[in-house]
Every structure is written in C-alpha cells, then in structure tokens.
C-alpha cells in the first residue's frame, strides 16, 4: 500500500508542472491550500454517506478520491508521505496500535511493563478527561 501512495505522491509532484487546463492536479495545485482542504472534506463526506449506505464498491471509489486529495494536499503542505508513517508508528509505540490519538487532554502512561501480544499495555489517566459540552 505504501508503494502505491509513494507513486502517487510522486505523480502529484510532477504535475505540478503540467498545464492546469489539462491535469485537474495542477488546477488544484493552483487553487490553494483551501480549495484542497475543501476537496478533501466533500470526498469524506461522501465515503462516510456511502458507508451509512452500505454502497462497499460506492466507498471504494470514494476513498480512492479522498486519498488523491489528501496526497495532493500533502504535496502542496510539503508534507511526504513518510511524514504520516512515521506519526502511525510513534502512536503504535505509545497505544500498541497505530490509531488515533485522543483529542482530550489524556494522559497515556504505561501501567505495567507487560506485553500482550507484542504491545504495550497502556491506560489514560481519567482525571485528565474532560467532556465537552
């Protein structure tokens, strides 16, 4: 899967320099950062109403197009795709699992140096949760 994004990020890269009215990627390219952010937000939308839907080959599609735009929004961030696998492997190492990292003001602490499968055994400290309101 890494490959194909690399290619991918590599082909947003060479667009750069193609002509807009011919590669959609460069007339995003042009467009900014917000119009990225916005495409980026519409093909999500869409793989989440598909999702709901339970239209598999309609999520395929769309997450195919919320990957393009995410990648090309990482172009124009000079973000590189290694960047993001690198953050997926320090989570990993804090969680046993590279997911996604409470918004909270959590505190992750190990509780024991126990493995379970290989991971970490890891806890939040609850009196750093807060609810939002």
Same mark, same amino acid.
């Given at each position: 899967?890494?490959?194909? %994004?690399?290619?991918?990020?590599?082909?947003? *890269? &060479?667009?750069?320099? *193609?002509?807009?009215?011919? /590669?959609r990627t460069a007339k995003l390219l042009q467009q900014g950062s917000s119009k990225m952010a916005k495409k980026l937000a519409e093909e999500a939308i869409e793989v989440a109403i598909d999702a709901v839907g339970g239209d598999a080959p309609a999520?395929?599609?769309?997450?195919?197009? *919320? %990957?393009?735009? *995410?990648?090309?929004?990482? &172009?124009?961030?000079? %973000?590189?795709?290694?960047?993001?696998?690198?953050?997926?492997?320090?989570?990993?190492?804090?969680?046993?699992? &590279?997911?996604?990292?409470?918004? /909270?003001?959590?505190?992750?602490?190990?509780?024991?140096?126990? $493995?379970?499968?290989?991971?970490? %055994?890891?806890?939040?400290? /609850? $009196?750093?949760?807060?609810? $939002?309101?």
């Amino acid at each position: 899967m890494t490959d194909s %994004i690399e290619r991918l990020y590599r082909a947003v *890269l &060479a667009a750069r320099d *193609l002509e807009p009215a011919r /590669s959609r990627t460069a007339k995003l390219l042009q467009q900014g950062s917000s119009k990225m952010a916005k495409k980026l937000a519409e093909e999500a939308i869409e793989v989440a109403i598909d999702a709901v839907g339970g239209d598999a080959p309609a999520v395929v599609r769309e997450s195919a197009d *919320l %990957i393009y735009n *995410l990648t090309v929004l990482w &172009a124009e961030l000079g %973000i590189q795709p290694d960047d993001v696998w690198r953050e997926m492997e320090r989570r990993e190492l804090l969680l046993g699992i &590279a997911e996604k990292l409470p918004k /909270s003001t959590v505190k992750v602490a190990k509780v024991s140096s126990a $493995r379970v499968q290989g991971r970490p %055994i890891v806890a939040a400290d /609850s $009196r750093a949760i807060r609810k $939002r309101h």
